[in-house]
Nanobody, 128 residues
Framework: VQLQASGGGLVQAGDSLRLSCAVS????????IGWFRQAPGKEREFVAA????????SYADSVKGRFTISRENAENTVYLQMTSLEPKDAANYYC??????????????????????WGQGTQVTVSS
């Protein structure tokens, strides 16, 4: 499974940005997909996850109400719509596919250790 994250960039505080994660795998619809982020000098942290079916979503408390995760299985793509961006949201954002297929459970999908396939990351910079 190969993942390609895109859509990052430099924005101002309060702006919106949409990240995309394209997955080159015909079994994409079997995998829960997650977004994680890592800022310089900090550990990678969970941002959001969406179930393989699209019916389950989980968000980090820090982004709840501001970020929305969605997926288009027909396009093999997962999106992360980010609004009201803050300087603390600046990080390299990664998408990942969960190791076990047809699996979605919280809090397990919030743990990076459960994800076997990772994209290269896309940088988000937020100026104040």
């Amino acid at each position: 499974v190969q993942l390609q994250a895109s859509g990052g960039g430099l924005v101002q505080a309060g702006d919106s940005l949409r990240l995309s994660c394209a997955v080159s795998q015909r079994t994409f619809h079997r995998h829960t997909i997650g977004w994680f982020r890592q800022a310089p000098g900090k550990e990678r942290e969970f941002v959001a996850a969406i179930a393989y079916s699209g019916r389950g979503r989980s968000y980090a408390d820090s982004v709840k109400g501001r970020f929305t995760i969605s997926r288009e299985n027909a396009e093999n793509t997962v999106y992360l719509q980010m609004t009201s961006l803050e300087p603390k949201d600046a990080a390299n954002y990664y998408c990942a596919a969960y190791r076990q297929t047809y699996y979605y459970a919280v809090p397990e999908v919030r743990q990076s250790s459960g994800y076997a396939y990772w994209g290269q990351g896309t940088q988000v910079t937020v100026s104040s």
